[in-house]
Nanobody
Framework: QVQLVESGGGLVQPGGSLRLSCAAS????????MSWYRQLPGKQREFVAS???????NYADSVKGRFTISRDNAENTVYLQMNDLKPEDTFVYSC????????????WGQGTQVTVSS
């Protein structure tokens, strides 16, 4: 059974930092491209950042220079370090695992709430 479990969300003041974690089980983690997405209730999910099995990264323009995605294949975990947070970063953040060559091998976590407010 595949599980992606996010943690690390919470309430932070503008300019603050948070580190999200996503622990994966039930997949060959090192083979997967791991991504973070974010979403408001009733709105479309938007891409935040991704990291491939070869550690190539990609970021949405809105988070470039502030967020950093990384992975630890030994721990089956992907991280999102978020610095200089802004109120417009307030979303539910979800982790995604996608196998780059196998169709249908795509999984989501349940999400973790990040609220940026003074």
């Amino acid at each position: 059974q595949v599980q992606l479990v996010e943690s690390g969300g919470g309430l932070v003041q503008p300019g603050g930092s948070l580190r999200l974690s996503c622990a994966a089980s039930g997949i060959f983690f090192s083979f997967y491209t791991m991504s973070w997405y974010r979403q408001l209730p009733g709105k479309q999910r938007e891409f935040v950042a991704s990291i491939t099995s070869g550690a190539s990264t990609n970021y949405a323009d809105s988070v470039k220079g502030r967020f950093t995605i990384s992975r630890d294949n030994a721990e089956n975990t992907v991280y999102l370090q978020m610095n200089d947070l802004k109120p417009e970063d307030t979303f539910v953040y979800s982790c995604n695992a996608n196998h780059p060559r196998l169709v249908g091998y795509n999984y989501w976590g349940q999400g973790t709430q990040v609220t940026v407010s003074s």
